[in-house]
């Protein structure tokens, strides 16, 4: 038992979203199972995400997050990716609805989670794979679109010989068509011993009435189906499974390509995404941990405890003055000063504590200029102040008519001269 605990502490975590389905009027959240085998084969730990209201805004306490697998479920909200229906009528928005009644139903809590991962993803280089949905997710996110369906959009426009049938419910696991894998891309090496000499055709599955329109910039293709639809995609400046590098979408399911009443894949490359994927995510948690690796916490006594906490403290007084750009409370100053007589002490600072303080975005160095600087001023204001108490009504009477000209004159030249600036960049 002992041992078992370690392991789910060592390994990797990969996390899915769950898809929401209605079995006896309740809703029921699910993942295939096939998703599941094969992260758990490779040596991952599947967490899985519930599809539930509000989780969207609590994917931080999903933390540590290693990889992420999206995978099948309904179509993405179209507003997410095309301001307009694509030129469908109204009349052929209905018949898709009805043709595809168990996709169309648009989740947006599933959108807003899976957008937020993949954007995470995107963000911090974790290891990403998309299936099917998971893949359309993935070009949306990164600024692509999609066709809102392929028979209305795409297939009807095509010569007879060029149209492809991507969803038949009526053999819904059997069916396959073809794809064209492109050469020296990941599925290439994947399927290179199972294609013809000549060739670079496969057959895959198909359950899908939406696919990529426009692929986003960064992916490149690596399989089109005969009509043109693109079948995978990857970004080859994110794909190096050795150093925790994976992001890549397929659009087919290659963990459902089995045989006939056998659990055999059609072939053998097929959980070889699954495999590299893994991969990725077990060698970016090797580098998370090196990277967020701390020594032992020093233990203080209680005197040098305190002197920290009052260091701390004035520290983040320091940050507040200069990024909310308040006035500094005089009973606050003597705290502002313990940091700065901190730093004065301590000159000779390491690069990562120098670092550190401008992250932090103000040293208190500068916080004690800033009191110094106040200090003048109010001085300035003082002596201001006692000046015109001795003049005359019609001494600050002529004073204030000559300020209020000097500023119109201000005005009207700062006017010239920002126009001035904006004909010059028009130029």
């Given at each position: ?8 502490v ?57 990889g ?65 949905r ?138 070889s ?33 305190n ?37 004065e ?44 108490g001795k ?37």
């Open positions: 038992m002992a041992f078992n605990n370690d392991l789910s060592i390994l990797p975590r990969v996390l899915i979203v769950s898809r929401r389905s209605v079995r006896k009027n309740k809703f029921v959240d699910f993942v295939g199972e096939y998703h599941l085998d094969l992260i758990v084969t490779y040596g991952a730990v599947p967490v899985i995400v519930p599809r539930v209201n509000g989780v969207h805004m609590l994917l931080d306490s999903f933390e540590p997050i290693h992420v697998l999206l995978c099948e479920g309904e179509d993405i909200d179209p507003s997410l990716y095309e301001p307009e229906t694509s030129g469908l009528s109204p009349e052929e928005i209905e018949e898709i609805r009805r043709l595809h009644a168990s996709d169309t139903a648009v989740d947006k809590e599933k959108d807003s989670i899976e957008l937020r991962l993949a954007k995470l993803c995107l963000e911090r280089n974790i290891p990403y794979m998309g299936i099917c998971g893949s359309q997710v993935l070009n949306v996110a990164c600024g692509g679109t999609l066709y809102q369906d392929i028979g209305k959009e795409l297939t009807r426009k095509l010569p007879e010989d060029q149209r492809v049938v991507h969803m038949d419910y009526d053999n819904y696991d059997g069916h396959r068509h073809f794809v064209k894998v492109v050469e020296n891309t990941p599925l290439h090496c994947w399927f290179k011993d199972s294609l013809e000499v000549g060739k670079m055709d496969i057959l895959v599955n198909s359950y899908h009435h939406q696919g990529v329109k426009r692929l986003a910039q960064r992916f490149v293709p690596m399989a089109f189906a005969p009509d043109g639809l693109i079948e995978g995609f990857y970004d080859p400046d994110a794909y190096n499974p050795e150093e925790g590098k994976f992001i890549m979408g397929l659009q087919f399911h290659p963990e459902r390509m089995r045989r006939s009443d056998s659990e055999e894949f059609d072939y053998p490359g097929c959980p995404a699954y495999q590299e994927f893994v991969k990725a995510v077990l060698a970016y948690q090797k580098k998370l941990n090196i990277s967020t690796a701390l020594p032992k916490t020093l233990m203080l006594n209680k005197e040098m405890e002197k920290r906490k009052i260091i701390v403290r004035s520290f983040s007084l320091a940050k507040n003055l200069y990024t909310a750009g308040i006035e500094m409370n005089p009973t606050k100053q003597s705290e502002l000063e313990a940091g700065a007589e901190f730093l002490s301590n000159t000779a600072l390491s690069v990562q504590q120098e670092n550190r303080l401008k992250q932090m975005g103000a040293t208190v160095r500068n916080g004690s200029r800033y009191i110094e600087k106040l200090k003048l001023n109010e001085e300035r204001d003082r002596l201001a102040r006692n000046v015109m003049m005359s009504v019609e001494q600050l009477s002529d004073l204030m008519s000559f300020y209020h000209m000097m500023g119109q004159i201000c005005s009207e030249v700062l006017e010239r001269k920002l126009n001035g600036i904006v004909n010059d960049n028009a130029c």
